[in-house]
Each structure stands twice: as structure tokens, then as C-alpha cells.
């Protein structure tokens, strides 16, 4: 049910209020942090600069950190839109894009380090710009995959009434687009949203301070700072970078995320309002304001508007339904032809290269991803059996949520490598160490992705499903079994898929951990990715790399991908 411009019980005030000085001051300030932070990009890079600990430093390096993050969002959320549009409604498109998102989302964020980092700073060389783009796309790396399989479920989990109305009424593709496939994945994505700029903050101590072979590149920022504090066992720093972070991460939430969700109830699948819904003080704050209004209806609707009978089919085309979801729309012959092209050298020259790892290498290889595959079965078997019933009771008690929402939330954000030195400590006393310390870090990469889809998933269950489940008398486990598991099983599978490449992707940072200039480290292809990079060993690197996507490329093939098609078939709202 749509929400009105206006919060419940407000009348339209046209004067000018102290929200609208409040909204333009937030807006000066917010361009002058982008100007001014955006200009210490394009400088001169300094490959000896220090990471200082000084809390003075503290505002100078979030505000770039958050510039990274920001850049690094925008681009994942246009790629994810994109890519998921295409892949479903091309059928010879989605043949090829399905398995490259498998594969890209196994691969870690250090095996793409060094050949962004070199060919960026080729670009650009000794401009600090080169390496700002390579750590904006390791972000990238992080937070686009589990949105775009969010936005891909959404698409083809809309109901197929749905579609054959928009068909009845000859929709045109923009109209499709925008009143029936966008609104169908707001609230996963949002959610997915809120994960990935977790999973970067993940990432952060790995992205703003890496080395590559003996070169070190270093960034300003909140996470080479808490990486900074945490070589040095600097424990002041680390709380005062901590506790920036956590701050950070509120202040995003109520800004940010606790608006979009309480605006994102408006495309709920529902014929009976909620009793209780999640509120934002900061979108009725919006509402209110007079200029806000007056800039909606005349300037952001008019051109709206244009812009919608410019893509809306013209004359006779205009009754020309939205392309189906079929092999008759052809990809570009061009983009085709370099893709293959692309592809089939760099198979070539990724088979040459490889050629050169030894045998022993290949076997350490063999053994390293058995254990880590044992690894991130033990972390996801785990981080399901708690996930689910907390999702679910999150998603469906919008009180709760107001509470539990901003701390998950800045549980997931927090990077668990800045306290994982204390955790070495504890598990080395309590005997264990990096074995156990290993897969309890996986665990950090991987349960979110499951919490957070497990949240939209409740939040899309229709209220009147739990109306009728109260009127029939369910039992606890009937609602589970009929309701609550059926309506959020898309949801899910979408999850464990992003969980189980978050865990191999957390695997380059638990099973090789480096602090007080000491290297801890168990045996499993984490570490092996993690110590080729270190060495700029490239040719392990890249078949260690190689092996880990085969492994998550395979499992997806045999085991998510066949259970997604369920949820495709069997499993939807309507």
C-alpha cells in the first residue's frame, strides 16, 4: 500500500520551515565533503606515507573512507539493476551470465588485487587516483554480487498473473521496468544494500593497506588506520577507530537505511495493511518539509513525466508489450564477439601460466581446499541454525527490528580482522587457534548474507497469510511449514548462495592473518591465495584462485542453482 507525500495527520504548509534550513545545510555540507575529499584523490601518490594513530587524523580518514564506500555503492547498485535485467530477460545472455556471476563472485578480493592494482597504476602513474580506483573496485568486488542475485531472485519470482496483466495492458519495457520489476526487488535490495556495505566495511583493512610482492600500497582511510592499530597492538587507537566506526555505521542507519526500509514497505504484496509497519522519524522529517514538496511537484514530477513519454512507445509501438523472457532478443553481435575474445585469451593465458606451478604445489593445493571446504560447510551448517529464526522473528516484528536492526547491523560492519589478534589470543589459551579461529571468522564473512535476505523474506510475507494462519488455528510448526519457510525460501537460497561465496571469501583472511609482524596461518586455499599474493607468486595465485572458483562455480551448478529454479517454480506470493 502505497505510503502519502505527506506523514499521517500533517496538512500541506507551503511557509518556509526550520527543516527546509535543516535539508539545505545538510545538502552544502554533503557537496563540499564530496568536493573536498574527491580533490585528495587525484594528488600525487606517496608510497612511504605513514598511517598516523593520532585520533586528530580520525575525521580526515572516514570522510575518505566514506567517499570509497559511496562510489564503490553506486556502481555495484547500477551494475546489479543492469545485469539482472538482462540476464532475465535474455535467454542466450542468461546462459552466460549466470555462470560468470558464479565465478566472479568465488573469486577473492586479493585475487583481483594485483591485476587491478598494476594496471591502474599504469594508468595513472603516480597519481594517487590509480590506486583510489583500484581500492573503489575491490570494494565493488565486494558488494555487487549478493545484490545482484538478490535483484535477479526478485525478477524471477514476480508472479506470472503479474506479468500476464502487464501484458493485458500492453506495458511497454520502461513501464515494466518501473512499475512491476523495480518494485518487486526494492525490499530485497535495499536489505542486500545493507549487506553489502557491511561486506565492505569487511574488506576495509584488506583494501586500504595490501602489499604485492615487496611494494606496499597504502591508502588513508578508517580501515588502514584500524589495520594500522591493530600490527602495532595499539588498543587505544583501535577502540577510538572503533567506536568512529560504530558511529558511522548508526548514523548511516538512520539516515540511510531505516528511511529506504520504512519507504520500501510501500511495495509490499499485501491486501491487508500491517498493524504495525518499520517508521523512520527521518522520512517523516522529509515529508514535512514544504520545499521538499514544492521541488517534487514542480521541477522532479514534470521531469519525470517527460522523461516517461520519451521511453514510453510511440504511435503504434506504443501498444507493443515489455520483450518476453525468451531466446528472441539477441545480445549485441559486437559485445559478443570481444566477450568470447576476452575470455578465450585470457583461458589461453591463464592455461600457460599455469603450467608452471609444480606438482607438490598442486597437491598442497588438492589438501587445502578439502580442509577449507570442510571449513565453510562447518561455518554455513552454523550460521543457518540461528540465522533463520532470528531473520524471521526480526522481519516479522517491525518493533524489534527499530532495536536489532542498527546492531546487527554494526555487528556485520565491524571488520572482525581488527579484533581477531585478541581473538588469537583467546582461542590460543583456550587451546584450537587459527583451526577453530578460522572458521568462527568464516562465520562472520558468511551469516549475514543470510540474516539479512532471511529479514527481506519475512518482511515480503503478505499479513494476510499470518491472518488466516491465526483464523485456522495453526500451531507454531504448521506456520513454519506452510507460511513462513514456503514464503521465505527464495529469500534463502539467494543468502546461502552469497554466504557460501562470502565464506570462501573470508578464507583469505582467516586462515592467513598477519599482525606484531607475524604471520599466523592453517593450511586450506585461503591461505595459499593469501601467501601467492603476499609473494606475488602469480602463477600460485592464479591456480589457487582457479581452483576455489571451480569449487563454488560447481557447488552452485549441482546443489543452489537447482533449488533457485524451486523457488522459481514452485515458491512465490501469488
Do not use: C
Amino acid at each position: 500500500m502505497a505510503r502519502p507525500l505527506t506523514p499521517d495527520n500533517q496538512t500541506l504548509n507551503r511557509s518556509w520551515t526550520w527543516q527546509d534550513g535543516l535539508i539545505i545545510l545538510a545538502l552544502i555540507t554533503l557537496i563540499f565533503w564530496i568536493v573536498n575529499t574527491a580533490a585528495k584523490f587525484t594528488a600525487s601518490y606517496d608510497p612511504t606515507i605513514t598511517i598516523q594513530l593520532s585520533p586528530s587524523v580520525l575525521p580526515s580518514y572516514t570522510a575518505q573512507t566514506l567517499l570509497r564506500m559511496l562510489i564503490a555503492y553506486i556502481i555495484s547498485l547500477v551494475f546489479s539493476v543492469l545485469y539482472s535485467y538482462l540476464a532475465f530477460y535474455n535467454r542466450t545472455a542468461e546462459k552466460i551470465l549466470l555462470p560468470l556471476l558464479d565465478i566472479l563472485q568465488s573469486i577473492p578480493v586479493l585475487s583481483f588485487l594485483p591485476g587491478v592494482v598494476l594496471a591502474l597504476i599504469a594508468i595513472f602513474p603516480g597519481s594517487r587516483l590509480g590506486v583510489e580506483l583500484a581500492a573503489i573496485i575491490l570494494i565493488y568486488t565486494g558488494m555487487a554480487w549478493n545484490m545482484t542475485f538478490s535483484f535477479y531472485q526478485s525478477l524471477i519470482s514476480v508472479p506470472r498473473e503479474l506479468r500476464e496483466v502487464a501484458k493485458i495492458y500492453r506495458l511497454g519495457w520502461w513501464q515494466q521496468v518501473w512499475t512491476l520489476d523495480l518494485p518487486a526487488g526494492a525490499i530485497g535490495l535495499i536489505w542486500n544494500s545493507v549487506m553489502s556495505v557491511a561486506g565492505g566495511w569487511f574488506f576495509l583493512m584488506a583494501i586500504e593497506s595490501f602489499t604485492i610482492g615487496e611494494q606496499t600500497f597504502t591508502l588513508p582511510g578508517l580501515g588502514s588506520y584500524l589495520a594500522e592499530a591493530a600490527n602495532q597492538q595499539d588498543y587505544a587507537a583501535l577502540v577510538y577507530g572503533l567506536a568512529v566506526l560504530i558511529s558511522v555505521i548508526i548514523a548511516v542507519d538512520i539516515v540511510v537505511w531505516r528511511p529506504l526500509i520504512a519507504w520500501g514497505e510501500k511495495f509490499k504484496i499485501e491486501m491487508v495493511e500491517a498493524e504495525s509497519t518499520p517508521k523512520s522519524f527521518v522520512l517523516d522529517f522529509l515529508r514535512r518539509s514544504p520545499t521538499l514538496r514544492a521541488f517534487h511537484q514542480t521541477v522532479f514530477t514534470p521531469v519525470w513525466e517527460r522523461l516517461d513519454n520519451y521511453l514510453r512507445p510511440k504511435g503504434a509501438q506504443r501498444t507493443t508489450a515489455a520483450p518476453p523472457r525468451s531466446h528472441s532478443v539477441p545480445i549485441l553481435p559486437i559485445v559478443f564477439f570481444l566477450f568470447v575474445a576476452v575470455v578465450g585469451w585470457g583461458t589461453i593465458a591463464s592455461a600457460v601460466q599455469m603450467t608452471t606451478v609444480s606438482i607438490r604445489d598442486w597437491q598442497l593445493i588438492g589438501i587445502g581446499a578439502v580442509l577449507t571446504t570442510v571449513r565453510v560447510s562447518v561455518a554455513l551448517v552454523l550460521s543457518l541454525l540461528w540465522t533463520v529464526p532470528v531473520g524471521v522473528a526480526i522481519g516479522r516484528n517491525p518493533r524489534a527490528a527499530q532495536v536489532l536492526q542498527p546492531l546487527v547491523q554494526i555487528a556485520a560492519s565491524v571488520p572482525a580482522t581488527a579484533l581477531f589478534p585478541v581473538l588469537l589470543l583467546a582461542l590460543a589459551n583456550l587451546g584450537g587457534g587459527l583451526e577453530i579461529g578460522a572458521v568462527a571468522l568464516m562465520m562472520l564473512g558468511t551469516m549475514w548474507y543470510i540474516l539479512f535476505n532471511v529479514i527481506a523474506g519475512a518482511q515480503a510475507i503478505p499479513t494476510e497469510l499470518f491472518e488466516a494462519a491465526t483464523i485456522y488455528q495453526l500451531s507454531w510448526w504448521q506456520r513454519w511449514r506452510t507460511v513462513i519457510l514456503p514464503g521465505i525460501f527464495p529469500y534463502l537460497i539467494t543468502g546461502i548462495i552469497t554466504a557460501v561465496g562470502g565464506a570462501w571469501n573470508s578464507s583469505i583472511v582467516s586462515e592467513y592473518v598477519e599482525f606484531q609482524n607475524q604471520t599466523e596461518q592453517t593450511l586450506g586455499l585461503g591461505a595459499i591465495i593469501s601467501e601467492a599474493s603476499v609473494k606475488a607468486d602469480f602463477p600460485l595465485l592464479l591456480a589457487s584462485t582457479v581452483v576455489m572458483s571451480l569449487l563454488v562455480v560447481l557447488t552452485n551448478r549441482f546443489v543452489w542453482r537447482p533449488l533457485y529454479r524451486l523457488a522459481e517454480t514452485k515458491y512465490q506470493l501469488l
